[in-house]
C-alpha cells in the first residue's frame, strides 16, 4: 500500500488549492463582480406571476446565476398607512402571499432555493400549502414567521426598499439590473445581465444564445399601481 509523505502531501494540498482558485477566477464571477438582478413585485400580479414562473426560471435552469445574483422583493404597489397596516392591490390575499414569499427568503437566504418555493406558490396560489411544503419542506420555520411579527417586520422592510427605489417604481414587475430599470425591456433580463457583467470570468452559454434570438416585439405587461383587480 502506497503512503504520501509529509511532503508529499503538503504539495498535493497546495496543487489542489491553486486548481481550486484558477476553477473560480475562470468559471464562477467573485461577488463584488456579479451583476445585481433585482425583481420588486406582487404575488397575485399575473404578469409578475408569468415573469416568476416563465421567465425567471431561466436564471437557474442556466449557468446565468455564476455571473449574477438574484434578489426578490415582495411588495409591489401594496401601500404603508401611518399605522403601518399595509394594503395590497390584489387583497388580503395577495398581502398574505407576499409575506409567505418574505418568509421564505428568511428560511433559505439562498435564492437558489427560496426561488423554487416562490415559483411553486406563484404556480398554485390558491391551493399550495400542501404540494409546496411537501416538495421544498420548511413549513415550520414559514408558518411561524407568518403567524408572528417578523413576517410583517419583513414586508416593511421590503416596502421601504421598494418605496425608496431612485428612480421610483412605475409599475411591477420592476426588474433592476445593477439599480437601472430595464422599464420596457424586463423580459429581455438575460441580455441587459450579459451586457452588465465586467468580470474576468467567461460569459454564460446563455449570453450567447439570448444575444443571437431575435426579441419579439411584444405589448408592455405590467400592472399600474392606480389599477384596480378583481379576484
Same mark, same amino acid.
Given at each position: 500500500?502506497?503512503?504520501? &509523505?509529509?511532503?508529499?502531501?503538503?504539495?498535493?494540498?497546495?496543487?489542489?488549492?491553486?486548481?481550486?482558485?484558477?476553477?473560480?477566477?475562470?468559471?464562477?464571477?467573485?461577488? &463584488?463582480?456579479?451583476?445585481?438582478?433585482?425583481?420588486?413585485?406582487?404575488?397575485?400580479?399575473?404578469?409578475?406571476?408569468?415573469?416568476?414562473?416563465?421567465?425567471?426560471?431561466?436564471?437557474?435552469?442556466? %449557468?446565468?446565476?455564476?455571473?449574477? %445574483?438574484?434578489?426578490?422583493?415582495?411588495?409591489? @404597489?401594496?401601500?404603508?398607512?401611518?399605522?403601518?397596516?399595509?394594503?395590497?392591490?390584489?387583497?388580503?390575499?395577495?398581502?398574505?402571499?407576499?409575506?409567505?414569499?418574505?418568509?421564505?427568503?428568511?428560511?433559505?437566504?439562498?435564492?437558489?432555493?427560496?426561488?423554487?418555493?416562490?415559483?411553486?406558490?406563484?404556480? @398554485?396560489?390558491?391551493?399550495?400549502?400542501?404540494?409546496?411544503?411537501?416538495?421544498?419542506?420548511?413549513?415550520?420555520?414559514?408558518? %411561524?414567521?407568518?403567524?408572528? %411579527?417578523?413576517?410583517?417586520?419583513?414586508?416593511?422592510?421590503?416596502?421601504?426598499?421598494?418605496?425608496?427605489?431612485?428612480?421610483?417604481?412605475?409599475?411591477?414587475?420592476?426588474?433592476?439590473? @445593477?439599480?437601472?430599470?430595464?422599464?420596457? @425591456?424586463?423580459?429581455?433580463?438575460?441580455?441587459?445581465?450579459?451586457?452588465?457583467?465586467?468580470?474576468?470570468?467567461?460569459?454564460?452559454?446563455?449570453?450567447?444564445?439570448?444575444?443571437?434570438?431575435?426579441?419579439?416585439?411584444?405589448k408592455l405587461q405590467v400592472s399600474y399601481a392606480n389599477e384596480a383587480f378583481h379576484y
Open positions: 500500500m502506497a503512503y504520501f &509523505s509529509s511532503s508529499n502531501k503538503l504539495m498535493f494540498f497546495f496543487s489542489a488549492s491553486l486548481l481550486l482558485f484558477l476553477f473560480s477566477t475562470n468559471f464562477v464571477a467573485g461577488e &463584488s463582480d456579479k451583476v445585481k438582478l433585482n425583481l420588486y413585485y406582487e404575488s397575485l400580479c399575473p404578469y409578475c406571476h408569468k415573469f416568476i414562473t416563465n421567465d425567471l426560471v431561466k436564471f437557474f435552469k442556466s %449557468d446565468l446565476h455564476r455571473i449574477a %445574483d438574484l434578489k426578490l422583493v415582495p411588495f409591489g @404597489n401594496a401601500k404603508v398607512s401611518d399605522n403601518l397596516t399595509v394594503t395590497c392591490q390584489h387583497g388580503e390575499e395577495e398581502c398574505k402571499l407576499n409575506a409567505i414569499a418574505a418568509c421564505a427568503i428568511r428560511t433559505w437566504p439562498n435564492p437558489k432555493m427560496h426561488y423554487w418555493f416562490i415559483r411553486c406558490v406563484e404556480k @398554485n396560489t390558491k391551493n399550495w400549502g400542501e404540494s409546496c411544503f411537501k416538495t421544498y419542506g420548511g413549513e415550520k420555520a414559514i408558518r %411561524d414567521c407568518y403567524a408572528g %411579527d417578523l413576517s410583517k417586520k419583513l414586508i416593511l422592510g421590503y416596502a421601504k426598499q421598494t418605496l425608496n427605489l431612485k428612480p421610483k417604481k412605475k409599475y411591477v414587475p420592476w426588474v433592476t439590473v @445593477n439599480g437601472t430599470p430595464l422599464y420596457d @425591456n424586463y423580459d429581455d433580463f438575460v441580455a441587459q445581465v450579459c451586457k452588465a457583467y465586467n468580470g474576468k470570468a467567461p460569459l454564460p452559454k446563455l449570453c450567447y444564445s439570448s444575444a443571437s434570438a431575435k426579441k419579439k416585439a411584444l
